[in-house]
């Protein structure tokens, strides 16, 4: 799979509608029971990017991205601004955020997760596009040095220590990222007369399983 470690501009992004999206599936029995079941693990994500767009200069940048992404060929970064860090949207982000593992004494590489908890229940999220120079990675609550202890790849999440932590040892980070997606059309329509009534162009944005 082609993708471009190039982000979306976040200020288009911004006014962006989208968000996550499950796929269940529903049988109702004669009863008037329900069994439902889905083959997704994972939520998926969609965005429309042609809400962000506000002037026609607007245009001007997101038709030059469409271009260089050759439409939906090649995938891209895209800035979430309703669920960007590992922490609360109000909150600094810190070392001690999210747990991604404990230490065994011999495991060298963590992936970056983000947990969303409600109730008892929870869910699991791998983060595989963190921003450059956002992520805190900490030991048993005790920050660690980025370069000295350990290293991020920030083509796909993943944290690896020069030397395994220690078995039982509590492996936290903290970080913003960004959603791996690409467009879902191959054509972006845009009628001038249109848009300058306040008519956007549908722009669908999705999000890619990396």
Known sequence: MSFHE???P?????????GPERRTHIVSLVSGHEERNSPWAHSRRRYDAGLGLRSLDDI???LAFFEARHGRLHGFRWKDWADYKSCAASAVVSASDQQIGLGDGATTD???IKTYVSGD??????????????????????PVVEGADYAIDNSTGVVSFGNAPASGAVI?????F???VRFDNDAILVSMETFQAGQVPDVPVVELRV
């Open 121 to 142: 229940s929870t869910y699991q999220r791998d983060i595989s596009k963190p921003v450059l120079g956002s992520v805190l990675v900490s030991v048993d609550n005790v």
């Open 178 to 180: 960004d959603v791996p």
């Open 10 to 18: 976040s200020d288009l992004s911004f006014g962006a509608l989208g």
């Open 60 to 62: 001007d940048v997101l």
């Open 6 to 8: 190039i982000r979306f």
């Open 110 to 112: 963590f992936q970056l």
């Open 172 to 176: 936290a980070a903290g970080f913003e």
